[in-house]
């Protein structure tokens, strides 16, 4: 038998569809190839310019690239930990570098607490602190601002537009502008990160009230319950697993942030790390990206666990 395949011929509206379908491909081949030009001629340029703003040495420094990890490397694997846990250094030369104990926060003569540790106790306290101002305030505004829940416009629109603007700007700004007011410390911290909290989860709780079942809300307004009886008996119980998902989703965002924040002068962790890495301290570097690290995975681990007992394990499954 021939091995050759047999090709039915095309009727002439099969042929002009064929014909029209191979132009569209043709036009999507041309402008494939023309923005892939087009991105290739903006990254040159901007490596161009790159090169340009840093004097001329822009390529002439790339393979100094990761010059700065090896210079983190310290002269003994074992001074990350003494750093960690403010233990001494046998190197210790009266300088700031191996000065670790001089760090310990003691609770008793003989009990104390490792420097790093406390600062980022101090941190998540800032984090937490702002979480919980954030939720709360923003728990009262998503109830003015739903549309379900308050349906004139002239409270809604005004809340809305309010969240907004408290969300507008990110938080290291909101703590520049604090930190120069109130001076330096945790405080400004804590009120930067609670007003973009406030219009964060103000905005991710509202939509969820819009998008919750209104029948227990029509029950309770037919036998004459009050707005703030409505609320709260016939929204709060389907909507509270998820505003407290949202919120600890949002701390750990803040933990983050703070860490950030401390870095300009909010306290905490962030400014031992702005204040190792200036003064070219390695083991105290990486013993606190070490302890940012472990810190970070065991918030989203606890974060993600408690998610999953009040939402359900339902919520995080594929859906097939």
């Known amino acids: 038998m021939s091995s050759s395949t047999y090709k039915p011929e095309l009727s002439d509206r099969g042929a002009l569809i064929e014909g029209h379908w191979r132009d569209l491909a043709r036009g999507r081949r041309l402008y494939t190839v023309f923005s892939f030009a087009l991105l290739a001629l903006a990254l040159t340029g901007s490596l161009w310019f790159a090169n340009e703003t840093n004097s001329g040495k822009f390529f002439e420094r790339l393979p100094h690239f990761f010059d700065f990890v090896g210079d983190l490397m310290p002269r003994d694997g074992l001074e990350v930990w003494r750093a960690l846990l403010d233990l001494p250094s046998p190197y210790f030369d009266g300088s700031l570098k191996y000065d670790y104990p001089e760090g310990r926060y003691y609770i008793t003569d003989g009990v104390y607490i490792p420097e790093y540790v406390y600062k980022m106790a101090e941190t998540l306290n800032i984090a937490l602190l702002s979480t919980i101002i954030g939720f709360a305030l923003g728990f009262l505004l998503s109830f003015l601002a739903a549309k379900n829940m308050a349906p004139s416009p002239w409270i809604r629109v005004p809340v809305r537009r309010f969240m907004e603007l408290l969300r507008a700007f990110p938080e290291i700004v909101l703590a520049g502008f604090f930190?120069?007011?109130?001076?330096?410390?945790?405080?400004?911290?804590?009120?930067?990160?609670?007003?973009h909290t406030i219009g964060a989860l103000g905005k991710l709780f509202f939509e969820v009230i819009e998008n919750a079942d209104m029948k227990p809300d029509e029950g309770l307004k037919a036998v004459g319950a009050s707005w703030i009886e409505r609320a709260w008996f016939g929204m709060v119980p389907q909507v509270m697993p998820n505003f407290v998902s949202y919120f600890l989703l949002r701390f750990e965002i803040n933990v983050r942030a703070s860490t950030i924040i401390g870095a300009v002068g909010g306290g905490g962790i962030g400014e031992q790390l702005r204040l190792s890495i200036s003064r070219g301290h390695e083991a105290k570097t990486l013993a606190i990206v070490l302890l940012l690290f472990a810190t970070i995975i065991a918030v989203d681990q606890l974060s993600a666990w408690l998610r999953r007992r009040l939402v359900g394990d339902q919520a995080f499954q594929a859906v097939m």
């Open 179 to 195: 930190l120069a007011i109130l001076s330096l410390g945790p405080i400004p911290a804590i009120i930067a990160v609670s007003i």
